[in-house]
């Protein structure tokens, strides 16, 4: 038999041939190929897509988790009906703060870090000036009772208690924020501008002059005939507390 073949060296079989021997691998049909492109941040997108997911899902869940606890408080409140206003599964909930405990602590927390955050920097803008610390004050506290008239109710609620998760609010909290507003107190009666009075008792009248209108903002109005949340009768109680506490309002 003969070592050479009688097949031409370009013709399809040939090429074949070659291929399978492992040496040339040819196209039959003639295409060039290209090699195929790896897009090597694909996986980084994907993490990022995906924690962007889970914190809308958790913004979801603290949000539907202040609606209930603020109306039904920490023992009228479960994890599944946070699930449900937030239209998330109830294993997602837990997924995220493993406890009903935990999920009230962590919606409290982040309404306040909020909150104090706001307040830092509008007092820190008000400088050295007594007054327009506690005017700042009055303000910003009226206008988060507004957004939030929640947190008013649950720590109403847990201070009817006296609960260990209020002493959680109290320590990371509020014990800072009383002495804060407090010594702004002490500072404009020095100053001859605040109606003297103990400054403990003046912070309570503005906490619950400023919150308590918004936690009961039906029956306010119902009786009233006012819609406590508009711009107007903010900014009236504004100045309503205004009155109350400097000695020629501002």
Known sequence: MAETSDIPEDSAPAKRRRASSGRIAVRLDGAETHPVAIDQKAPQRQRKRASRRGDDVRERILAAALECFGAFGFEGTSTRAVADRADVTHTLVLY?????????IATIDNALKRY????????ES????????LRTF?????????????????LTMESNQD???????????LREHFGA???????????????????ARMYYMIISAGGTPFTVSTEYRELTGRDVFSETEIL???AF???????DAP
């Open 96 to 104: 995220h703060f493993q406890s009903k405990e935990a999920l009230w």
């Open 241 to 247: 507390l205004y009155e109350l506490v400097f000695i």
């Open 236 to 238: 009236r109680n504004i």
């Open 181 to 199: 507003i407090r010594e702004l107190i002490r500072a404009g009666q020095d100053q001859g501008i605040v109606r003297q009075c103990d400054p």
């Open 138 to 154: 009055i303000e910003q506290f009226i206008r988060m009772s507004a957004r939030q008239p929640q947190i008013h109710r649950i």
């Open 126 to 133: 008000a400088g050295d000036s007594a007054a327009a610390g």
């Open 116 to 123: 104090s955050a706001e307040m830092k920097a509008h007092l």
């Open 163 to 173: 609960t260990s998760r209020l002493q959680w609010v109290i320590e990371n909290y």
